[in-house]
């Protein structure tokens, strides 16, 4: 395989958006041609998305699938030029957090996934897993999102694990309370036999 698309996910404060940026690192290390990105991804979306206060579940999850129709089309684009494409959150975020933690109906989440992504999906996933209180408790900052209650969290860390259980050819599932070096270790070798 010359290129691949990469997701990392997990609860606030997981260690994603590291590890993705070390990843992007190493692989440009070995010379492949790589595009680190995350979600929500377009600036002006990001911030309403994360910043204000005033949004109903349904309308953050249109706007989500509004960010993911964008984003998607140029990953397809850095994919088509054989770059491999690391992205910080995508499809699975959307399906879990508006789907398992707010709620709404997931065959719903799902179908409007689908048709921002045209059916794209990522050839891995990184679940990085961890104690909701242990993940809450490294972050400094909490968006918009991250400030939601203790049980909404807990319904997000649960059905990313539900997620990744039904899709165990795509997902893996690491400790995020394991030192960051071993994780490392375990992604670099999985990475290695994906390219
Ligand atoms: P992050 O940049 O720290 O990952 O923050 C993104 C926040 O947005 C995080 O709280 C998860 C949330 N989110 C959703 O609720 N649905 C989504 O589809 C995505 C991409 C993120």
């Known amino acids: 395989m010359n290129s691949a698309f990469i997701t990392f996910e997990g609860i606030e404060g997981a260690g994603k958006s590291t590890l993705a940026r070390w990843l992007a690192q190493r692989l440009q290390q070995e010379r492949i041609d790589c595009w680190l990105t995350w ?6 979306l990001r911030e309403v998305l994360l910043e204000h206060s005033d949004l109903r579940s349904e309308e953050e999850l249109l706007l ?8 998607t ?8 030029e054989g770059k491999t494409v690391i992205c910080d959150r995508y499809a699975d975020s959307t399906l879990i957090y508006q789907g398992y933690g707010r709620g709404l109906d997931i065959a719903w989440v799902r179908q409007l996934n689908r048709f921002a992504t045209g059916g794209l999906e990522p050839v891995r996933t990184y679940l990085l897993d961890l104690p909701v209180e242990v993940g809450l408790s490294r972050q400094q900052e909490l968006n918009r999102i991250g400030a939601e209650e203790l049980a909404f969290h807990q319904r997000v860390r649960e059905g990313f694990l539900t997620e990744a259980e039904q899709n165990p050819r795509r997902f893996l599932v690491l400790d995020a309370t394991r030192p960051l070096q071993a994780l490392q270790e375990v992604i670099w070798q999985d990475v290695r036999s994906l390219l």
């Open 39 to 44: 979600e929500p991804w377009e600036p002006r």
């Open 64 to 71: 989500f699938i509004a960010d993911r129709a964008i984003h």
């Open 73 to 80: 089309r140029h990953i397809r684009n850095a994919l088509a």
